[in-house]
């Protein structure tokens, strides 16, 4: 990834949100790395050096800021080839990939060569993808000490270390300080875990926040006027972490607020991975907004919702085949508290954790009609069901058109349902619907040739398109 330095030091001295995360600048006077939003002193042009990643900043020797914390900065929205590559790998290695795995088993996963992804990662980030994941474990383990009272041995575990020792040793090596430096401070000790989550403004949230509640399964989530909650079950090593989250909005740090139970302590990155997916928190509105134009001028800042799991988003667009949101909630709801696990010591409304592939692939079809939907629909989940435990990845890092096609093979799931799963599921930014009905009617075409035609002028962040057209009339899909 290429900077103008120049034009990099004219972004800084405005403090300007939009380029959180774009780059970083290290400061030589100080050997400290920021990010552009930092309110320290303006440091002199000669003494800044400017960096695509934290990591990057990190290899040439500067320290993380203790006051703008560059741990907090949004990620990066990936469009072309090779920054889908290094985003997908950035998603696997911060679910802690590389803990227990080599590069080549991380390189395989993805679909490329190791020697392709070192490049693309030199390319994109300006390490090794070994040297960025040390990085982000020394972040996180930073960003636990400071925002959680959790013990130092679970911070040290929680972040992917082997020990406590081996935490202590890389602090003192690359921050030039001691661990227990950050927990002098001994107030606020919750029995959850929050966290904040920075994003680029503009950010709808008043529009996210209704797409969630209406789509909302009881037992699994509940919305208020003010946060979205849901109870999470996330497999880490072959260990199953149950619990719930919390997400609400701290409009005037552009941020979002996340609290996460107890529970999730050893899975904090992948349920952080989760909310940044959820909430769509990589996209950058400015880009969006060049390419819509004047639909996205309407409505600044809407962002393409995810979901917290693929497999999920899967059975809600085959249960919402030809039915009602509505109705669709109603057989969610029933799938959930049929084959759901119980969540106990959970915040109102939560009961259960939606059921994982593994259980409703074991289920009847007969059985999982009988909560109330045709046989043929019923058919499909259970036949997405088995896919996904024969190794149907629906997780952000899948390619997107081999899912396409894993997809489509599967009786019962069209172009509509495919690309629904790869818009929320995926997190693939141009996916489109051009046989939707809500985005037909608000384009006023009948005819799906001509919608396609029309959304050519959207790539590649036809996605957000859809949102924009059904928010534009009032309709939820």
């Not at 996340?258 to 999730?264: D, F, K, Y």
């Not at 109603?330 to 259980?359: Q, S």
């Amino acid at each position: 990834m290429l900077l103008d330095a120049d034009a990099c030091y004219r972004a800084l001295a405005t403090h300007d949100p939009r380029f959180d995360g774009h780059f970083f600048v290290g400061v030589r006077s100080t050997r400290v790395y920021c990010r552009p939003v930092c309110t320290v002193r303006m440091p002199r042009r000669e003494n800044c050096r400017f960096y695509p990643s934290a990591p990057a900043a990190e290899r040439e020797g500067f320290r993380p800021c203790l006051r703008c914390r560059p741990e907090l900065a949004p990620g990066f929205a990936a469009i072309d080839a090779s920054a889908r590559v290094a985003q997908a790998a950035v998603t696997l290695i911060d679910d802690g990939f590389l803990e227990d795995r080599s590069l080549e088993a991380l390189a395989a996963r993805i679909g490329v060569t190791s020697r392709h992804l070192r490049r693309v990662f030199e390319s994109e980030l300006g390490v090794s993808p070994v040297e960025y994941a040390q990085t982000q474990r020394l972040l996180l383990a930073k960003r636990l000490l400071t925002d959680t009272s959790m013990p130092v041995t679970d911070v040290a575990f929680a972040s992917g270390f082997s020990s406590v020792r081996r935490l202590n040793a890389l602090f003192s090596e690359r921050y030039r300080m001691a661990p227990s430096r950050l927990r002098r401070d001994t107030r606020d000790r919750r029995d959850s875990l929050r966290f904040t989550l920075a994003y680029r403004p503009p950010y709808a949230w008043d529009a996210t926040l209704a797409f969630f509640a209406l789509r909302a399964i009881e037992g699994v989530e509940h919305c208020d006027r003010f946060r979205v909650r849901r109870a999470l079950a996330l497999t880490h090593r072959g260990d199953r972490h149950a619990g719930w989250i919390e997400v609400s909005h701290v409009r005037a740090r552009n941020a979002l607020r996340v609290t996460l139970s107890r529970s999730l302590s050893r899975v904090v990155p992948q349920a952080l991975a989760r909310v940044r997916h959820a909430f769509d928190l990589t996209c950058d509105p400015a880009e969006v907004g060049r390419v819509l134009g004047p639909l996205a001028a309407l409505r600044p800042g809407v962002r393409v919702p995810g979901g917290f799991d693929g497999f999920e988003v899967g059975v809600r667009a085959i249960a919402g085949q030809q039915v009602s949101v509505k109705m669709m909630v109603l057989l969610l709801g029933r799938i959930a508290a049929r084959y759901g696990t119980p969540l106990g010591d959970a915040p109102k409304g939560l009961r259960v954790t939606f059921p994982e592939a593994a259980t409703l692939a074991a289920a009847s079809v007969e059985d999982v009609a009988s909560i109330g939907m045709p046989r043929s629909r019923a058919r499909t989940i259970v036949a997405l069901a088995r896919a996904v435990v024969d190794g149907l990845d629906l997780s952000p890092n899948a390619d997107v058109e081999s899912t396409l096609g894993g997809l489509q093979r599967i009786p019962g799931i069209g172009p509509w349902t495919a690309q629904y799963i790869a818009m929320r599921g995926l997190g693939w930014p141009d996916a489109f619907l051009p046989g939707d009905l809500g985005v037909k009617r608000a384009l006023r075409e009948s005819s799906e040739s001509k919608v396609l035609a029309h959304a050519e002028r959207w790539r590649p962040w036809r996605a957000y398109a859809v949102i924009h057209l059904w928010s534009g009339i009032g309709e939820a899909q």
